[in-house]
Every structure is written in C-alpha cells, then in structure tokens.
Antibody, heavy 121, light 110 residues
Framework: QVQLVQSGAEVKKPGASVKVSCKAS????????INWVRQATGQGLEWMGW????????GYALKFQGRVTMTRDTSITTAYMELSSLTSEDTAVYYC??????????????WGQGTLVIVSS | QSVLTQPPSVSAAPGQKVTISCSGN????????VSWYQQLPGTAPKLLIY???QRPSRIPDRFSGSKSGTSATLGITGLQTGDEADYYC???????????FGGGTKLTVL
C-alpha cells in the first residue's frame, strides 16, 4: 500500500537546523509531488511547500523562503525537509504528504505519521 | 489568522447530519479546487474529499462536498461517535502561490 514513513522526533536548540526525512513506498516515487505541512500544538495546518521528486523542482510558501530546503534521494525513495534558524515558533509536528492528482495541488493523500520537532534552549 | 474561514466548532447528535462551511475569496476557493481533511485526535490528517466533491473510494458516502462561489461545504450524514475529529478545508491560493487551509472545525457528536 502507498505509505510515507517519517523520521523520529527531534529536539533542537534555537538557531540550529533540523532535517526531517520521509520514506515513500508502494508507488513510483518520482511520479508525484511531495508536500510538507506543519502543525503547532493545538493549532491548524500550515503548508510549507512542495517538491517534485523527478526534477527536484521546489516551491516554498513565502513565509519559509530562505529558511527551508526540500530535497530528495531517488535511490532510496526518500524526501527531505530542512528548516534552518529555528526558533521556539517552529516547535510543531511536521508532516509530509503526497499530491496524487495533477492539477489538484491542494489534495494530499496519504500523509506521513508526522515528526515532532521541539525547539528549546 | 487563516486565509480560509471555518467555524471553530459544530455539534450534533448521533445519526443526525452536520455541515461545515469554509469561506474564502476569488483568489482561492472561487477559482480552485477544495479538499477536505479529517484529523482524529493524535493522528495525521486524512483526505476525505478532493476536487470539491470527489470521494476517495475508501471514504463512505456519508461524507460529501460542495462548492459555490467563494465558499465550500462539507456534509456528514448519519453521524457516529467515531466522526469526532477536527476537519480542515484546503485550496490553492493564486495570489499567494501556495496551498492555504482553514483554521479547522472541531466536530462533537453529542
């Protein structure tokens, strides 16, 4: 079955960077964009950006431009999201999600299980 | 705050019907598809509706979606206690060049 499995929880100090991985299985990795969405505790969903695993092309939300980098390793069907210059405001659960339908950029299915990132001194 | 507006909470009794609204503008909902997601407590969101009114095959027909102008609506009939969750709408925003979500609606099945 189509599945996205993310890396484990991280604790980082302010100013540091975090890199979260998202291992895809059950489908052709290079055929569908991977998006990243985050959710602070008790808050709503916040879209961070997308990456095309075939070309490596990316698109980032304005809020994160200059601070986020989305990459992939097609040999191991894994996508990565790296966020730098962390502050306490970045404490959240980070999700990867596949975009299965061309022309429906807002459709995400499935989602990874989430990775908790805690930023604390 | 969120670009799309949803009511913070809705409630209804088991077996009843409920609707959740999602309001946007011409840059987002009016000219783009809307998706709906269900997030059960402590879990990742799950796709319920895509392209305004399409259901993935695994989603029961108790769930439905519609769109009119700058608003979209999620409908749930035959409410079950297992439907208690947070529900989010999402769409592309052409002005922001990105995906935007509503603030989420907490459904309580009394």
């Amino acid at each position: 079955q189509v599945q996205l499995v993310q890396s484990g929880a991280e604790v980082k100090k302010p100013g540091a960077s975090v890199k979260v991985s998202c291992k895809a299985s059950g489908y052709t990795f290079t055929s569908y964009d991977i998006n990243w969405v985050r959710q602070a505790t008790g808050q709503g969903l916040e879209w961070m950006g997308w990456m095309n695993p075939n070309s490596g092309n990316t698109g980032y939300a304005l809020k994160f431009q200059g601070r986020v980098t989305m990459t992939r390793d097609t040999s191991i069907t894994t996508a990565y999201m790296e966020l730098s210059s962390l502050t306490s405001e970045d404490t959240a659960v980070y999700y990867c999600a596949r975009a299965p339908y061309t022309g429906s950029e807002e459709t995400f299915d499935p989602w990874g299980q989430g990775t908790l990132v805690i930023v604390s001194s | 705050q969120s670009v799309l507006t949803q009511p913070p909470s809705v409630s209804a009794a088991p077996g009843q019907k409920v609707t959740i609204s999602c309001s946007g503008n011409t840059s987002n909902i009016k000219n783009n598809y809307v998706s709906w997601y269900q997030q059960l407590p402590g879990t990742a969101p799950k796709l319920l509706i895509y392209e305004n009114n399409q259901r993935p095959s695994r989603i029961p027909d108790r769930f439905s979606g519609s769109k009119s102008g700058t608003s979209a609506t999620l409908g749930i009939t035959g409410l079950q206690t297992g439907d208690e969750a947070d529900y989010y709408c999402g769409t592309w925003d052409s002005s922001l060049s990105g995906v935007v979500f509503g603030g989420g609606t907490k459904l309580t099945v009394l």
